[in-house]
């Protein structure tokens, strides 16, 4: 049996692994452009320049969608409609670019009820995780 060692990666060994499965995808894929991953990141700001919220994504161009990674508003400025305002907005844009579907992650006590109001569907839970918690995985048909 062949010996061999794991170890952490280094930032070139990283980006060399992300390649190696970009290449084999583009094999199976057509893909759009050689960037296969984009940011959409929106922040919202008061009238004195103070950030009240924002909302961090990433556009897939391989697979048509976006995910959300973050949303967040400022507790004193929730239930006044500025999450929903940075939801349209990256919808909007993803449809501008072609995406078809929007997924995102959320726990038990964070928003779950809000992106369902948001119209999008739970297609996947875990429980337990973490422990005593529930996690969910929600998407929306663009």
């Given amino acids: 049996m062949d010996m061999y060692i794991i170890k952490e990666s280094t930032k070139e060994e990283s980006d060399l692994i992300w390649q190696g ?11 759009k452009g050689d960037v296969p991953f984009v940011p ?16 961090n994504c990433e556009l897939n ?3 048509n969608t976006m995910y959300i990674d973050m949303l967040w508003v400022k507790e004193e400025y929730r239930k006044n409609g500025h999450a929903s305002r940075l939801l ?27 992106y369902m109001k948001n119209e999008y569907q739970i297609f996947g839970e875990l429980d337990n995780v973490p422990e005593g918690h529930k996690r969910y995985y929600l998407k929306k048909i663009l």
């Fill in 40 to 55: 959409v990141n929106r922040v919202m700001k008061d009238s004195a320049g103070n950030i009240i919220g924002g909302i």
């Fill in 61 to 63: 161009y391989v697979w």
């Fill in 88 to 114: 349209k907005e990256i919808e909007l844009i993803g449809k501008e670019e072609g995406c078809t579907l929007v997924h995102l992650e959320t726990m038990d006590f964070q928003a779950k009820d809000f």
């Fill in 21 to 31: 499965i970009i290449e084999y995808n583009s094999s199976k894929l057509s893909l």
